[in-house]
């Protein structure tokens, strides 16, 4: 397919990539940043331009992949006559209405700018406001991954509200981690074969039945001597108190 591409940060630039790797045509990048446009047209073989005005030749596909807040603005500014989608989890396909044929093709990831990420099974989710444009983001998705899912704007939301506890917080909890090891010059490294088996385990179960510690156990001296280690700590004591609240009501 002929694409035009909107923006240059983590995500355009890996998916941009990904779909030159799988031959399809990414006519113009845009970025308000042109030496950022420019970097990244240079690796996929297209043009690039800093102004919205430029965006106009024809294509299959216009794919807006910058931050949520800006998206209806840059699509109001973007005149062309083909499908437009942005690549947000957590914004309604609704802001897009300006354009007869719209949609959204939401990679499910956490990307970053120099590590390539695993596309043969990474979810790509599709959603169009008509048959015809969600059969070619059908098809769009099935040619980067194996892994592509039909989701309305009301699942879309949800699961990227499951992403932000499931990626986000947990990254945030191997932070605090971290910092809690150094005070006594230890290393997260100790923790990452514990980090790493847990994630493992849920490949084969859900999160529910694989539940450990002290408290699933109703351990409440080990939860004592927790809370008494983070004393000095206000807002950790607080979140090791809801923490363990959670998941003894969880498992009444």
């Known amino acids: 397919m002929k694409i035009t591409l909107i923006g240059s940060g983590r995500l355009a630039t890996q998916l941009g990539k990904r779909l030159f790797q799988q031959e399809h045509d990414i006519i113009q990048v845009f970025s308000r940043s042109l030496s950022n446009a420019e970097k990244l047209a240079e690796l996929i073989q297209a043009k690039a331009t800093n102004d919205l005005s430029e965006i ?29 989608v942005h690549t947000s989890g957590s914004v309604s396909t609704n802001v897009l209405d300006s354009h007869k044929k719209y949609g959204s093709f939401y990679p499910l990831q956490s990307f970053s700018m120099n590590q390539t990420p695993e596309w043969e099974d990474l979810p790509v989710l599709v959603h169009a406001n008509n048959e015809s444009s969600l059969n070619r983001l059908q098809r769009l998705a099935k040619s980067i991954s194996k892994n592509f899912h039909i989701v309305n704007n009301e699942q879309r939301k949800q699961l990227h509200l499951a992403a932000v506890f499931a990626n986000n917080f947990s990254n945030h909890l191997f932070l605090i981690a971290e910092n809690l090891l150094k005070e006594k010059d230890l290393s997260l490294d100790l923790l990452k074969p514990l980090i790493i088996e847990s994630v493992k385990k849920i490949e084969q179960a859900s999160p529910k039945t694989i539940q450990t510690g002290p408290a699933i156990r109703n351990d409440q001296k080990t939860i004592e001597r927790h809370l008494n280690q983070l004393s000095e700590n206000k807002q950790l004591t607080t979140l090791y108190k809801l923490f363990t609240e959670m998941i003894q009501t969880e498992y009444k």
């Open 56 to 84: 106009n030749q024809p294509c299959d596909v216009c794919i807006i992949a910058v931050k949520d807040d800006v998206i209806e603005e840059v699509a109001e500014q973007i005149k062309v006559d083909t499908l437009v």
